[in-house]
Every structure is written in C-alpha cells, then in structure tokens.
C-alpha cells in the first residue's frame, strides 16, 4: 500500500459527458502528479501540482483540467470524453518539488463507452 | 527528452538472481537513475535510485557503471511476485516534475 487513494476505482461513462476522478496524496507529500496509461501511448506524464499551485504540464488535452486544495487532495476533470479518452489514471504524491520517488496510487480505470 | 534503452522482455527462474540492464548513454552529470516497476494490474511502485555509486535496499541492488552510461538492476534471488514490468527513468537533480516513462522490460519468472 503506497499510501495514495485513489476513488473512484472503475467509472464507465458515455461519450460526451464529464468525470471527475480524486485522488489523496501519501500524508505530508506536497506534489500530486496525474498520469494516464492507454495501451497504445504508455505511461504519460499529465499534470503536476505542488502545494496547490500547478508545476508542470505534461500531454494534457485541453478537455481535462486539475486542482489540487488546500487539504492537497487532488481532482481531475475530463470532459467532453471520447472514446479514445478510456485508460488507466493514476495519481501520484512526492514530498517536495523534485519528483524522482514518487508514490503511485491504485488507478481509475475509465471505461467511455 | 530524457532516453533510456531497455530490452523489451526478460526471463529468469524462480530463486535465482536477475540483472535487468538499461541503457542511458547520454546522460549528463547531474541525473539521477530511478527504477520503478508495475506489477500486473497496479499502479508503478519505486524500486531503487541512484546517482554515481552503486545502491542498495531491501528490494533491489542498482550498479551504475563508471561512465554512467549504463545501469545494471539486481533482483538478488526472483521470486514470482517479480514478474513485472520494469521501467529505467532519468531524472535531473533541478527539480524535474515528471517521469518519462519508456515500455521498460517486461520480466517473467519462471516457477
């Protein structure tokens, strides 16, 4: 267990429509990063927040957005969601700014039927 | 953006010791190596990093070679829960915010 939960752990939705998948950091990590994983591209960096403010950006669609709060919990929104949009996200949390050991939550599979 | 060679697929026996090797010949001075690993169905946990000398925790050795350009991952004695998918990163000392992550090397162990 890596300390980092992740909800929901499966979402099957049409396409069109609008998710939001969470994500909690491992207490006392700052950084939150979002991942997605589809069979046909790997692993991609998305998006990465630091004590609530955004960091970096990865190959994130314009369609999807992130926040992280002030308890640094973190969400992502995926809207507009197309098919091609299905795969495994995944959070992870660092403790500070440098990301080399990062801790990865379990993932949300979505399904966009 | 940050390369790294790894051997697309592996097999070692159960019991015995693995070397998963990794290529990073143009790595600069100041990155960090990292290994990370997916098991089937989860999400990619850290395994071990290092910078110039070699390093080693509960999980696994890492051998940096002397030139840095290549790196060496030690599973001392495999078990089947090490089947897996491993995955070489660099990484800069400065505050890189992402991992970019390769189709790392698949390791299957055999009972």
């Known amino acids: 267990d890596s300390g980092v939960t992740q909800t929901p752990k499966h979402l099957i939705t049409a396409t069109g429509q609008r998710v939001t998948l969470r994500c909690s950091p491992r207490s006392g990590d700052l950084s939150v990063y979002w991942y997605q994983q589809s069979l046909d591209q790997g692993l991609q960096f998305l998006i990465q927040y630091y004590n609530g403010e955004e960091r970096a950006k990865g190959n994130i669609l314009e369609r999807f957005s992130a926040q992280q709060f002030p308890d640094l919990h973190s969400e992502l929104n995926l809207s507009s969601l197309e098919l091609g949009d299905s795969a495994l996200y995944f959070c992870?949390?660092?403790?500070?700014?440098?990301?080399?050991?990062?801790?990865f939550g379990p993932g949300t599979r979505l399904t966009v039927t | 953006d940050a390369k790294t060679t790894q051997p697309n697929s592996m097999e070692s026996n159960e019991e015995e010791p693995v070397h998963l090797p990794c290529n990073h010949s143009t790595i600069s001075g100041t990155d960090y190596i990292h290994w990370y690993r997916q098991l089937p169905s989860q999400g990619p946990e850290y395994v071990i990093h290092g910078l110039t000398s070699n390093v080693n925790n509960r999980m696994a050795s890492l051998a940096i070679a002397e030139d840095r350009k290549s790196s060496t991952l030690i599973l001392h004695r495999a078990t089947l829960r090490d089947a897996a998918v491993y995955y070489c990163i660099r990484t800069p000392n400065f505050g890189n915010e992402k991992l970019t992550f390769g189709t790392g090397t698949r390791l299957t162990i055999i009972p």
């Open positions: 992870a949390s660092s403790r500070g700014l440098a990301g080399g050991e990062q801790y």
